[in-house]
């Protein structure tokens, strides 16, 4: 049985103030709430302030990108042992905004997820469609691509360590959600690829995430849906109401 995940992508949002108020609203509001795996992704600015706020309750912290290099003369970029260093458990690998405005491919996507996974960071890789391509009934193939491409040279072991997000690119931030049927047929497809790949078992193992305009209005029904293992969430991430809420409709009675 998959715990369910709810991870809060925060993306360039909240300075360190904010976030340390966000974070501590988020710690007081989910003191009580067990069988739910949350996650925070903050800024790297305010990845020590929103360990420090959270500190005494279960929940996680997760970056939003890394390089695959352990140190070097990368100006601008953060690396694993960086991140570990901050107290981060998680990091999120291709987001579809690292794709489309850093040109992040699936080659770099590879390269930062067996880094993650070697400096023992779980990457939460996230694939997904773009509309042209759903409406050119390319969905299949694009999320195949995306997938091998991610995982390639992994082992099964490895592969269950990683927790994989769809998020459909014309959702994200969009306010148009996937519809619960056309999420779970997108979760069953990644199944059913990491099957084919590394074995039943371990897909059996990976947490799939949605994310894409998720909501308190739709979390209930997305996350209802048998192949959906919790919710990558952006903008609903930022109030703690909202997100206190989405958490709330993971939890499994
Ligand atoms: C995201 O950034 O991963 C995301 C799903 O954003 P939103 O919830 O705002 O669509």
Not at 6 to 13: L, S
Not at 17 to 32: H, N, Q, T
Request: some cysteine; proline content about 4%.
């Amino acid at each position: 049985m998959r715990i369910p995940i709810v991870a809060g992508n925060w993306k360039m949002y909240k300075t360190e103030e904010e976030a340390f108020a966000l974070a501590s609203d988020l710690k007081r509001r989910l003191k009580d709430v067990f069988g739910v795996k949350v996650i925070l992704c903050p800024p790297f600015t305010s990845l020590f302030s929103v360990r420090k706020a959270m500190e005494g309750s279960s929940i996680l912290l997760g970056a939003q990108n890394m390089h695959w290099e352990e140190k070097g003369a990368f100006t601008g970029e953060i690396s694993p042992p960086m991140l570990l260093t901050a107290g981060c458990k998680y990091v999120i690998l291709g987001h579809s905004e690292r794709r489309m405005y850093f040109s992040e491919t699936d080659e770099f996507v590879n390269a930062k997820l067996k880094s993650a996974l070697k400096f023992g960071l779980s990457p939460i890789v996230c694939v997904g469609e773009k509309l042209d391509q759903r409406e050119a009934n390319k969905t299949e193939q694009v999320i195949e691509r995306q997938m091998d491409g991610a995982f390639k040279g992994l082992d099964a072991q490895q592969a269950a360590a990683t927790i994989v997000a769809y998020e459909p690119v014309w959702a994200i931030g969009t306010g148009k959600t996937a519809t619960p049927g056309q999420a779970n047929d997108v979760h069953l497809l990644i199944r059913k690829l990491l099957g084919s790949r590394f074995g039943k078992d371990c897909a059996e193992r990976i947490n799939i995430l949605y994310g894409g305009s998720v909501k308190p209005e739709n979390s209930g029904e997305l996350l209802g849906m048998p192949e959906i293992d919790g919710a990558l969430v952006g903008g609903a991430s930022l109030d703690a109401e909202s997100f206190e809420k989405i958490v709330m409709s993971a939890v499994r009675s």
